[in-house]
């Protein structure tokens, strides 16, 4: 039997991008152990095959093909180590969304890949394009025994490596940087992929609480504040007052502390998940690194909102940013809340560098407090202190303020950081004078989602750990919120509970039960 050239040209080129594609893994980080068992690089080597032969496939072009797989390969490690760098964790299968976020809200995401990062990455897409035009599609492009036969021969080899994997498959640890380093990057995400496809059996709290057990009923507004965290502890030179609603708020708090949260940097639902349901981030397996998609999926989980619904609570989410973003118009209403007020909502609300001001949001906070019928739940997500910082920089006369001792050089992000902590700051005692006046009981619980990127900061006085300052004030002392729930006809306990370090999943219902609710 005849065969063209073209047949064997495909799998030859194919091999050649392999090797390719193990050269552009080293530039990985951590870089991944080139020993790995034959399970790993099956995966590998079965993932490669389907990804080069679907473009000759598509193009009848093997060169070019070969230099768009690497393209995208070595876009993938660049996008890896800028997130590892930042966030400190590379890329994973639960980040695609992000790809698409990036083209939908691009501030958010490509300012952190940097601009080499992104020159090299076009320069690798450059040069597949090239070969659109310098490369001919053969003859035999759809022959059996040309080139159509060669990328059979490949998805042959791809359909084996990968079976026979998915027969014996190699176990995760879910510590990314870890399995990075033993598997590499393609399996790695290949077995987070594979991994998420089943539904986590993780049950939250409410679900087992029952409704009868209330006791009172004040009105409950959570804020999770936007990276915020107590820069104080980085540099002694911050001048102590820039927190100072804060510190009298947490001075007079019913309950407040250190919160450890699931994220770093970024990633704010995985804490908003881990408050919302009270499911800790271990029990979720894979999903615990997006868990909103597996909601959106329709997985049922019970949560806060939905609880304190058949409490009678009305329920609301105030986020000052596009609804489509994490895909919060599908899943929240999915965990109970009634009404979602998104960017929609404060069309001309004034600005605080290039997001909604924390003010504006306070004013959204007691204006649906002032308008309520019943006893509501307000849960506010802030968006004024998302970076990236660095492209709001500050003239130096507007951040001597923050300051006893000017900063080191290379520290111009924690002076804009400084400037958002402040009306963080501004809106805590707006909401604290409104409450401390209004005539029905209220509770506020204010914590951070993360702490904020700032990697030249970090390396200029020291990393931080990742937990947050969290307090739980109540407009009623103890004993005058017992009056009030003795005439609801409700019955009352204690309140109080000692500063603890708490985990984010725990924190709601520490919050209820310092309100007698539970």
């Given at each position: 039997m005849d065969v063209d050239g073209a047949l064997l040209q495909v799998p030859a080129v194919g091999a050649a991008g392999l090797v390719l594609s193990v050269v552009i893994e080293r530039f990985l980080l951590p870089s991944p152990r080139l020993l790995r068992s034959p399970q790993i690089w099956g995966i590998?080597?079965?993932?490669?095959?389907?990804?080069?032969?679907?473009?000759?496939?598509?193009?009848?072009?093997?060169?070019?093909?070969?230099?768009?797989?690497?393209?995208?390969?070595?876009?993938?490690?660049?996008?890896?180590?800028?997130?590892?760098?930042?966030?400190?964790?590379?890329?994973?299968?639960?980040?695609?969304?992000?790809?698409?976020?990036?083209?939908?809200?691009?501030?958010?995401?490509?300012?952190?890949?940097?601009?080499?990062?992104?020159?090299?990455?076009?320069?690798?897409?450059?040069?597949?394009?090239?070969?659109?035009?310098?490369?001919?599609?053969?003859?035999?492009?759809?022959?059996?025994?040309?080139?159509?036969?060669?990328?059979?021969?490949?998805?042959?080899?791809?359909?084996?490596s990968l079976g026979w994997t998915k027969r014996h498959p190699p176990a995760i640890s879910l510590d990314p940087e870890k399995d990075i380093q033993n598997m590499g990057l393609l399996p790695s995400l290949w077995l987070y992929g594979m991994a998420s496809r089943t539904l986590p059996e993780a049950r939250s709290p409410f679900e087992r609480m029952g409704t009868a057990v209330r006791r009172s009923r004040p009105h409950l507004v959570a804020v999770q504040s936007e990276s915020f965290f107590d820069a104080r502890t980085l540099f002694a030179g911050i001048r102590p007052d820039v927190l100072c609603a804060f510190d009298s708020l947490r001075a007079a708090s019913d309950m407040h502390g250190s919160l450890s949260v699931p994220a770093w940097g970024a990633n704010t639902v995985r804490t908003e998940f881990s408050f919302l349901t009270g499911i800790p981030a271990r029990h979720m397996g894979v999903h615990r690194f997006n868990p909103y998609q597996t909601i959106a999926r329709g997985w049922p989980v019970n949560a806060l909102p939905l609880f304190l619904k058949k409490l009678g609570y009305r329920t609301v989410c105030i986020h000052p940013y596009w609804a489509r973003f994490y895909g919060r118009d599908r899943v929240l209403r999915q965990l109970g809340f009634e009404t979602f007020l998104d960017i929609s909502a404060f069309d001309g609300a004034r600005r605080a560098g290039s997001y909604v001001s924390d003010e504006e949001v306070g004013k959204r906070i007691l204006h649906v407090l002032r308008e309520a019928a019943s006893p509501v739940f307000i849960f506010a997500v802030t968006?004024?202190?998302?970076?990236?910082?660095?492209?709001?920089?500050?003239?130096?006369?507007?951040?001597?303020?923050?300051?006893?001792?000017?900063?080191?050089?290379?520290?111009?992000?924690?002076?804009?950081?400084?400037?958002?902590?402040?009306?963080?700051?501004?809106?805590?005692?707006?909401?604290?004078?409104?409450?401390?006046?209004?005539?029905?009981?209220?509770?506020?619980?204010?914590?951070?989602?993360?702490?904020?990127?700032?990697?030249?900061?970090?390396?200029?006085?020291?990393?931080?750990?990742?937990?947050?300052?969290?307090?739980?004030?109540?407009?009623?002392?103890?004993?005058?919120?017992?009056?009030?729930?003795?005439?609801?006809?409700?019955?009352?306990?204690?309140?109080?509970?000692?500063?603890?370090?708490?985990?984010?999943?725990?924190?709601?219902?520490?919050?209820?039960?310092?309100?007698?609710?539970?």
């Open positions: 590998h080597v079965g993932l490669w095959c389907v990804a080069y032969s679907f473009l000759p496939l598509l193009m009848g072009r093997p060169w070019c093909a070969m230099a768009a797989t690497s393209a995208v390969l070595a876009t993938l490690v660049l996008v890896s180590n800028a997130k590892r760098k930042n966030l400190r964790e590379p890329f994973l299968f639960q980040d695609y969304d992000y790809f698409l976020d990036a083209l939908r809200f691009p501030r958010l995401f490509l300012p952190f890949l940097g601009l080499k990062s992104f020159c090299l990455a076009a320069a690798f897409f450059a040069l597949a394009l090239i070969g659109v035009w310098t490369e001919t599609p053969p003859s035999s492009r759809f022959a059996p025994r040309g080139q159509l036969g060669g990328i059979a021969v490949l998805l042959f080899c791809a359909v084996i968006m004024e202190n998302h970076g990236p910082l660095h492209l709001d920089p500050l003239r130096l006369e507007e951040t001597e303020y923050f300051y006893t001792v000017p900063p080191p050089e290379g520290c111009a992000e924690l002076g804009t950081y400084l400037l958002h902590l402040r009306n963080a700051d501004n809106m805590l005692h707006m909401l604290h004078t409104a409450l401390k006046q209004a005539a029905f009981p209220a509770s506020l619980c204010f914590y951070g989602d993360h702490v904020p990127i700032m990697s030249t900061v970090y390396k200029t006085f020291r990393t931080p750990s990742g937990a947050v300052p969290y307090f739980c004030w109540s407009n009623l002392p103890a004993r005058d919120m017992a009056a009030h729930d003795a005439k609801t006809q409700l019955p009352a306990t204690g309140t109080c509970r000692p500063e603890c370090p708490l985990g984010a999943h725990d924190l709601a219902s520490a919050w209820l039960q310092s309100k007698n609710m539970l």
